[in-house]
T-cell receptor, first 110, second 113 residues
């Protein structure tokens, strides 16, 4: 089952915060977050493996709930460079198959 | 020092032609992938190879044939190209046991006219 991301799109002004949510109908072995800038390849941001885990990457952080069915990506004090499409990717336990969400388009304007 | 490299980057071709996209990774990974990204940005896995063995073969027309001569290379051959094949094709690699973090090539922009 494909992870469901929300919102589908968000527009921010520089300095504002945003949260992107990702939910799965069943518990995930792990969840990955990727960002894809326009015209470029997706780039890995972080992976969460444990229920209740929180992880940070500069001003971008993520959480994974205890049941391992929901993850959220937090972007604080957004910068222009944060613009792009953010993908949540779930690993349902089959170590060889990752299932990609449809992506959340984030635009940060001056 | 490109980790995952694919060629060509841009390809414009006529319907009915046959074309190939080549991919190489120098990360020592054991798993390689082909993804297709359409105009709506949806990333769809097409194939995955682990140590030259096909392990994922999603519902893809059999006009698409992957070939992995060794674990560092995964090529994609497409026969009888159709307009709907126009998309960006990403090659990627990962190492099993490391959470499957995927490293992508720059993409190959295929336009069928």
């Amino acid at each position: 089952q494909q992870p469901v991301q929300s919102p589908q799109a968000v527009i921010l002004r520089e300095g504002e915060d945003a949260v992107i949510n990702c939910s799965s109908s069943k518990a995930l072995y792990s969840v990955h977050w990727y960002r894809q800038k326009h015209g470029e390849a997706p780039v890995f941001l972080m992976i969460l493996l444990k229920g209740g885990e929180q992880k940070g990457h500069e001003k971008i952080s993520a959480s994974f709930n205890e049941k391992k069915q929901q993850s959220s990506l937090y972007l604080t004090a957004s910068q222009l460079s944060y613009s792009g499409t953010y993908f949540c990717v779930g690993n349902a336990g089959n170590n060889r198959k990752l299932i990609w969400g449809l992506g959340t388009s984030l635009a940060v304007n001056p | 020092d490109t980790a995952v490299s694919q060629t060509p980057k841009y390809l414009v071709t006529q319907m009915g032609n046959d074309k190939s996209i080549k991919c190489e990774q120098n990360l020592g990974h054991d798993t390689m992938y082909w993804y297709k990204q359409d105009s709506k940005k949806f990333l769809k896995i097409m194939f995955s190879y682990n140590n030259k063995e096909l392990i994922i073969n999603e519902t893809v027309p059999n006009r698409f044939s992957p070939k992995s001569p060794d674990k560092a290379h995964l090529n994609l051959h497409i026969n009888s190209l159709e307009l709907g094949d126009s998309a960006v094709y990403f090659c990627a690699s990962s190492q099993a046991g490391t959470g499957n973090t995927i490293y992508f090539g720059e993409g190959s922009w295929l336009t069928v006219v």
